[in-house]
């Protein structure tokens, strides 16, 4: 089945050592995004690749970034992870940016947790 | 900037109907959302309405859209515990057409 998967499941990450969350499509989309998620929140947009245009949003702190080195895979990595970054990592992808009558894939997410 | 209101919580009796209502401020949105989340999972789309419709029926959800007051509900039918998750609106603003998400309303089914 065409999905999108998100590797690992769970990630435990020490205050200030950097991570990499990943993530990959079978779906062929063009567009794929970062949500960060925390606890009872609405899942927040980071940033989305369309294509190889990388689209960060205004408030996404610095220590976040992301890589997209082929149509498949998108990675997302935070350079000092703190506390506050302790929450779930959703990718989704969508065909275009219309995101249309199949709205977004999303994936399982990643929970990060970070001591 | 666009934003998603909803009800944090609802509670419903196994078979009854349940309603998850959401407001939204962006009228420029073409099509709007609802997706499920269950306990540890990402979001599984559950279904759409695009903006020119009122009123969208799949099998035991209908979807209302009120675009004068900028409402959106989700009814289910005959509610089973395995409809216990959290509910999401989500709305397509113009530009990016990013999905802009609510809160999410938490539906607990009891017997």
Request: glycine share 8%; net charge neutral; aromatic share 12%.
């Amino acid at each position: 089945d065409a999905m999108v998967i998100q590797n690992p499941r769970y990630q435990v990450t020490q205050f200030g050592k950097p991570v990499t969350l990943s993530c990959s499509q079978t779906l062929n989309h063009n567009v794929m995004y970062w949500y960060q998620q925390k606890s009872s929140q609405a899942p927040k947009l980071l940033f989305h690749y369309y294509d190889k245009d990388f689209n960060n949003e205004a408030d996404t702190p610095d220590n976040f970034q992301s890589r997209r080195p082929n149509t498949s895979f998108c990675f997302l990595d935070i350079r000092s992870p703190g506390l506050g970054d302790a929450a779930m990592y959703l990718c989704a992808t969508s065909r275009d940016r219309t995101g249309g009558v199949s709205g977004y894939t999303f994936g399982s997410g990643t929970r990060l947790t970070v001591v | 900037g666009e934003d998603v209101e909803q009800s944090l919580f609802l509670s419903v009796r196994e078979g009854d109907s349940s309603v998850i209502n959401c407001t939204y401020t962006d009228s420029s949105s073409t099509y709007l959302y609802w997706y499920k989340q269950e306990p540890g999972a990402g979001l599984q789309l559950l279904t759409y309405i695009f903006s020119n419709m009122d009123m969208k029926q799949d099998q035991r959800l209908t979807v209302l859209l009120n675009k004068k007051d900028k409402h959106l509900s989700l009814r289910i039918a005959d509610t089973q515990t395995g409809d216990s998750a959290i509910y999401f609106c989500a709305d397509s603003s113009g530009g990016y057409n990013k999905l802009i998400f609510g809160a999410g309303t938490r539906l607990a089914v009891h017997p």
